[in-house]
């Protein structure tokens, strides 16, 4: 599968922003989905991930209640809704993939993901 992501920018802080990674390829309703972001100088780090039904969601503490992550499989699309952006959300952001397995987890180290987008840099300037 490759994906590809897009929507990033540069923002205002309290501003919001929606990113989008488009799958093609293969059928994305066949992975579980994730969203990664790595600032400059720092390790790349879960942000929200997604089953491939999309009934289990799980975002990191630090975005809670200001992003969303979704999906539409007949779009073969993910999505992070990201609001009310702070300047520390500043990163490049990555969309992963990885085929699902018979029970979801959680996935939240970028080793457990096969499949890794280009990135959409996202600039939150105060």
């Known amino acids: 599968v490759q994906l590809e992501e897009s929507g990033g920018g540069m923002v205002q802080a309290g501003d919001s922003l929606r990113l989008s990674c488009v799958a093609s390829?293969?059928?994305?309703?066949?992975?579980?989905m994730g969203w990664f972001r790595q600032a400059p100088g720092k390790d790349r780090t879960l942000v929200a991930a997604i089953s491939r039904s999309g009934d289990n969601t799980y975002h990191v503490d630090s975005v809670k209640g200001r992003f969303t992550i979704s999906r539409d499989n007949g779009k073969n699309t993910v999505y992070l809704q990201m609001n009310s952006l702070k300047p520390e959300d500043t990163a490049v952001y990555y969309c992963?993939?990885?085929?699902?397995?018979?029970?979801?987890?959680?996935?939240?180290?970028?080793?457990?993901?096969?499949?890794w987008g280009q990135g959409t840099q996202v600039t939150v300037s105060s």
């Open positions: 390829g293969s059928t994305l309703s066949n992975y579980d």
């Open positions: 992963a993939a990885v085929n699902s397995g018979r029970y979801y987890y959680t996935r939240r180290m970028t080793y457990e993901y096969s499949y």
